[in-house]
């Protein structure tokens, strides 16, 4: 005779929300964040009123930045915002990578001025690891795609 053994679910240890309050929660975070893949192809797309802001600082921006951001440092944004980012315009924020909040900071800074923001999640890591080119102070550079993290060959995930 066999036992009846029961497995205890890490997973579902905590119940899945209900799927309209999960539906709500997805869609308030696609309000609010971006991925590189997105905040590319609109940036080579030329969508109007959008602007991609590098916080980071200047020793970070000399070493690489995203083609076409601009540069503002968190600590400069309340004093700067107004002089480099149109009004109405709608902000990416993006900093180093996934361990570091410091878009999180600048897209509340931008919030707290009254411009629409996402935040890029990736970061500046995540455009370099999936093959996208970037500036730096002596140029042009790109590296290959990491296959952790986009499709070889710079074929679109379509997710």
Same mark, same amino acid.
């Given at each position: 005779?066999?036992?009846?053994?029961?497995?205890?679910? =890490?997973?579902?240890?905590?119940?899945?929300? #209900?799927?309209?309050?999960?539906?709500?929660?997805?869609?308030?975070?696609?309000?609010?964040?971006?991925?590189?893949?997105?905040?590319?192809?609109?940036?080579?797309?030329?969508?109007?009123?959008?602007?991609?802001?590098?916080?980071?600082? #200047? =020793?970070?921006?000399?070493?690489?930045?995203?083609?076409?951001?601009?540069?503002?440092?968190?600590?400069?944004?309340? &004093?700067?915002? +107004? &002089?480099?980012?149109?009004?109405? +315009?709608?902000?990416?924020?993006?900093?180093?990578?996934?361990?570091?909040?410091?878009?999180?900071?600048?897209?509340?800074?931008?919030?707290?001025?009254?411009?629409?923001?996402? &935040?890029?999640?990736?970061?500046? &890591?995540?455009?370099?690891? #999936?093959?996208?080119?970037?500036?730096?102070?002596?140029?042009?550079?790109?590296?290959?795609?990491? #296959?952790?993290? +986009?499709?070889?060959?710079?074929?679109?995930?379509?997710?």
């Amino acid at each position: 005779m066999t036992t009846p053994t029961t497995t205890t679910s =890490a997973v579902l240890s905590t119940p899945a929300a #209900e799927p309209a309050v999960a539906a709500a929660h997805y869609a308030a975070r696609l309000a609010f964040e971006a991925d590189v893949s997105d905040v590319r192809a609109d940036l080579q797309a030329g969508v109007p009123g959008l602007v991609v802001v590098d916080s980071r600082s #200047e =020793a970070a921006w000399a070493q690489g930045h995203i083609p076409g951001a601009v540069h503002l440092p968190t600590a400069r944004i309340a &004093e700067l915002a +107004a &002089e480099l980012v149109p009004a109405g +315009a709608t902000v990416v924020t993006y900093c180093w990578g996934p361990g570091c909040n410091g878009a999180t900071r600048a897209a509340l800074a931008f919030a707290r001025l009254g411009y629409p923001v996402k &935040e890029m999640i990736g970061g500046f &890591e995540y455009w370099v690891r #999936e093959g996208f080119p970037f500036d730096t102070a002596q140029g042009t550079e790109q590296r290959p795609v990491d #296959e952790l993290t +986009a499709p070889r060959g710079g074929i679109a995930c379509a997710c």
